[in-house]
């Protein structure tokens, strides 16, 4: 009797479901306002009765149907902060995880909204606090990994040190964006 073919240990396993497409259901903004010949960037801290309560964020937000991820950072921007750019870049970076209650890959689109000197954010009902930071502390403030690279990618940006800005800008002129 013949012996039964070696499994190729690189084949998937058959009893486990098939390759996870990752999702764009989610987006990361990032806020940042001049401060001298450098920029600051904005945290803001989650109310008590929120996910990820008490920890230090960026302004994050799902994406509703018929709308396109920079609309819903643009949305979620007014809706968390009152700001409204000055200019406004997609970040060469996408904020990636996996989320297995859901047994699902995130994709997370990253902007970068760069707002006037002086610029102070209303908060909504989602914080409670915030605060304006260099670069270096603003990473050290955020909790999620993704979120912490997101922000030296958009430092990256602003500082001249990785890609064209005009190339990843994205134009504000006009009607402003909507779904």
């Not at 304006?132 to 955020?142: G, K, N, R, S, Y």
């Amino acid at each position: 009797m013949p012996e039964p073919p070696t499994p190729d240990p690189a084949a998937p396993d058959p009893a486990l479901p098939g390759p996870r497409t990752p999702v764009v259901r989610v987006i990361d903004c990032h806020i940042a306002r001049p401060a001298g010949e450098r920029y600051e960037y904005l945290v803001l801290q989650r109310a008590p009765d929120r996910i990820d309560a008490a920890h230090w964020r960026i302004v994050t937000g799902k994406i509703e149907d018929g709308e396109t991820a920079w609309h819903a950072a643009l949305r979620e921007l007014a809706e968390e902060t009152g700001l409204t750019p000055v200019r406004f870049f997609a970040v060469p970076y996408v904020n990636r995880f996996y989320e297995w209650q859901h047994d699902r890959i995130n994709d997370i689109p990253v902007f970068l909204a760069l707002v006037d000197l002086g610029a102070e954010p209303v908060l909504d009902r989602e914080h409670v606090a915030h605060a304006w930071l260099a670069p270096d502390e603003a990473i050290a403030w955020l909790r999620w990994p993704g979120q912490r690279d997101g922000l030296a990618a958009a430092a990256a940006l602003l500082d001249g040190h990785q890609h064209p800005r005009d190339s990843l800008e994205i134009p504000l002129e006009g009607d402003q964006p909507t779904r």
